[in-house]
């Protein structure tokens, strides 16, 4: 079984700054992808980047970038120049390549508070 | 639709009251996952469809869930004789296909069992 630990229950910026969120995990899989989705207010989970287990080049997606490092089992994201609406709950996730489905689908952190001050 | 719709967004039930949640999926999405998420947790699996087939439901807590889809497209999830436990955000969840790369969520339903 997969296990994703965030260490960072709530954290806080202000905007304009660079934050970045924690995320580690333990898998004895070699082929998986891992995520970032973002929980606002209104629940819905809104998927932030992907990475793919195999590719050594990092995910971006605007201003979003990850700093994943296979063996050491880190993926951390990176917020540049933050904004007010990124304030939310932030999670990581992990799913096996090739997974079925169900409980080999998307396993979750338990999350971290990103508060962007005015 | 244009994403994952769920009802009710929030239910009020008293102990011992049966539920059902429904979730209506993007439509022709293959795949169909049901997640519970306490407070202040992320989500966790409760069960999986493709299409119609229910292919995994390992993470239903209790055999008071239950969960079914059966022309493939919506799914409901009943909870009988609720209990305080059982308060939580369902969420729903669908994907194009059956292996679940790309998930759409809905905003979920809250549930209060008081």
């Known amino acids: 079984a997969q296990t994703v630990t965030q260490s960072q229950p709530e954290m806080s910026v202000q905007e304009a700054e660079t934050v970045t969120l924690s995320c580690t995990y333990d898998t004895s899989e070699n082929n998986y992808y891992l995520f970032w989705y973002k929980q606002p207010p209104s629940r819905q989970m809104i998927l932030v980047i992907r990475q793919e287990a195999y590719k050594q080049q990092n995910a971006t997606e605007n201003r979003f970038s990850v700093n994943f490092q296979k063996a050491a089992k880190s993926f951390s994201l990176k917020i540049s120049d933050s904004q007010l609406g990124d304030t939310a709950m932030y999670f990581c996730a992990f799913m096996k390549r090739g997974s079925g489905g169900g409980a080999d689908g998307l396993t979750f952190g338990k999350g971290t508070h990103l508060i962007i001050q005015p | 639709g244009a994403g994952v719709s769920q009802s009710p967004r929030y239910k009020v039930a008293k102990r011992g009251q049966d539920v059902a949640l429904r979730c209506d999926p993007i439509?022709?999405?293959?795949?169909l996952f049901w997640y519970q998420q306490a407070l202040g947790q992320g989500p966790e699996f409760l069960t999986y469809?493709?299409?119609?087939?229910?292919?995994?439901k390992s993470g239903l807590p209790s055999d008071r869930f239950f969960a079914e889809r059966p022309e493939g497209s919506v799914s409901t999830l009943k909870i009988q004789r609720t209990q305080q436990e059982d308060s939580a955000v369902y969420l729903c969840?669908?994907?194009?296909?059956?292996?679940?790369?790309?998930?759409?969520f809905g905003s979920g339903t809250q549930l209060s069992v008081l």
């Open positions: 969840a669908s994907g194009y296909t059956g292996v679940g790369e790309k998930l759409f």
């Open positions: 439509s022709g999405h293959v795949s």
């Open positions: 469809f493709q299409n119609e087939a229910q292919l995994d």
